[in-house]
């Protein structure tokens, strides 16, 4: 229990005495007044208290009265006022109209009432103050954040549960082309582009930090980052989302792209007759020297493998054409890509290979070689980045929304690792898994674009490192 400064007031002594004495011996600091104007004496000149105890029927200045004048003295002063049966409907009316916190009626049949009520009503006052304290805080801490988000040249929004915007920078204004982001009494609506991928990353389950890629107008491409904010209680409290230019990203895949198709085109021919020379090279000696049979077939494998290599990256540039897509059979089209994939990546990679999809898959309207290179891409990747002890997980499910989901997981990855160096230096095998990786990343991003879907990238709470990609189902 809370000592508690209070002021009790009442015409008829013998009653007033009896209030204080008992409070006191609750521990509480008790000031009494016979009326309401030294009552309200009182409250000027030895306030604040945090409770008033008034009886309601006095001559002069009524409790009702002395209620209404403490109020304006000190707004978060707490009423408790007393009654007699035949004004009980004046206590109701205070209670409802004026701001008193509680009533009791006359005679109490124990006095405890009367300290349970002070109770009850100091501890509201504290809660009051302290929900006030944090509200300035909170005013003060936003009107410092606008000054920062006014000085920063990063597209920053925030908006809560309800869809009301928290804070805004001027860049974000600028990007939505919405001038009055803050104006509470405007229904706000994010560009549809947006309120897509808004839904989109709920489908994910509201992931950490997660990135997408968004066209915008003016051939420019961002790079959108969401993040959720957690309320007081521990759930969702609403979204922040930032904008980052891309285009300078971007031009580097294109350009990687580009050079390695270019590259695979310009060596194809020659690299052909070189391995078509080593063919007739290890038919003449096969029957004279075994051993340069031997090396001349690993020098041939080597070149097959690093070829293959070349044009598998380059090899989707043959199927783009959008007239090639069709409705494509999901449950049948991952059974055949589970055989493939894990054929394909078998002998390279020592990791382990899960498959994770629903029962039941829709049909989906795509083109299958580019769905088939884009997941190979992605796979690629996680694998090139994952560690000893990796397990890399391909997961396709639907949604409510009617879209079909394609995930890849990766349980250790290097990608959000620093990479250990000796001497200064990164480990060689590392320097070429990073660049196969990206060169990947960029090939998938590409094939997605044209399938007319996004990536979204982020880190689970268990460290994962995830991508995922959606597709509309038929």
Not at 166 to 192: G, Q
Not at 310 to 326: I, K, Q, R, V
């Amino acid at each position: 229990m809370s000592a508690e400064k209070l002021l009790v007031v009442d015409d008829n002594p013998a009653f007033l005495d009896l209030m204080v004495h008992h409070l006191q011996r609750k521990g509480h600091q008790v000031d009494s007044a016979l009326d309401g104007k030294q009552g309200l004496h009182a409250l000027q000149s030895s306030g604040p208290f945090n409770v008033l105890v008034t009886d309601l029927m006095m001559p002069g200045m009524s409790g009702l009265e002395l209620l209404r004048y403490a109020k304006k003295l000190d707004p978060l002063l707490e009423v408790i006022v007393i009654t007699a049966a035949p004004s009980l409907e004046m206590a109701i009316s205070a209670l409802r109209e004026d701001g008193a916190f509680d009533y009791l009626t006359k005679p109490l049949e124990i006095m405890g009432e009367l300290s349970l009520a002070v109770e009850r009503a100091g501890e509201h006052r504290r809660l009051k103050i302290e929900k006030e304290v944090l509200r300035r805080r909170l005013i003060q801490g936003a009107d410092k954040l606008r000054v920062v988000l006014t000085n920063t040249s990063n597209a920053i929004l925030a908006v809560d549960n309800e869809g009301q915007v928290i804070v805004a920078s001027a860049d974000i204004a600028r990007h939505l082309a919405i001038h009055d982001l803050e104006d509470s009494d405007k229904e706000f609506r994010l560009p549809e582009r947006l309120a897509g991928l808004i839904s989109q990353w709920r489908a994910l389950g509201c992931p950490k930090s997660a990135n997408v890629e968004v066209d915008w107008p003016e051939d420019k491409t961002q790079i959108m980052s969401i993040s959720p904010m957690q309320s007081d209680i521990g759930n969702s409290g609403g979204w922040v989302l930032t904008l980052h230019d891309a285009a300078t990203q971007k031009r580097i895949e294109s350009f990687i792209i580009r050079n390695l198709i270019s590259l695979g085109e310009k060596v194809k021919q020659p690299v052909f007759m070189a391995k078509s020379i080593l063919d007739d090279l290890e038919n003449l000696i096969s029957s004279n020297g075994a051993q340069v049979a031997e090396k001349v077939t690993a020098i041939k494998d080597y070149i097959e493998r690093e070829v293959a290599y070349t044009f598998d990256l380059g090899a989707f540039e043959y199927n783009l054409d959008p007239d090639n897509s069709t409705k494509v059979p999901l449950a049948i089209f991952m059974s055949k890509e589970n055989e493939r994939l894990i054929r394909d990546f078998h002998e390279g990679y020592q990791h382990e290979i899960h498959w994770n999809t629903d029962e039941e898959l829709p049909f989906v309207e795509v083109n299958s070689q580019q769905l088939h290179y884009a997941l190979k891409h992605l796979l690629h990747r996680a694998l090139d980045m994952g560690r000893g002890s990796s397990t890399t997980t391909i997961t396709c499910r639907g949604d409510q929304s009617d879209r079909v989901w394609f995930q890849i997981s990766n349980s250790d990855s290097t990608i959000y690792q620093p990479i250990e160096k000796t001497n200064g230096q990164y480990y060689r095998e590392d320097e070429g898994k990073i660049e196969r990786s990206e060169i990947h990343l960029a090939f998938a991003k590409y094939l997605l674009l044209r399938l007319e879907s996004r990536l979204w990238s982020w880190r689970s709470d268990k460290q994962e490192a995830l991508v995922a990609f959606c597709l509309p189902a038929n």
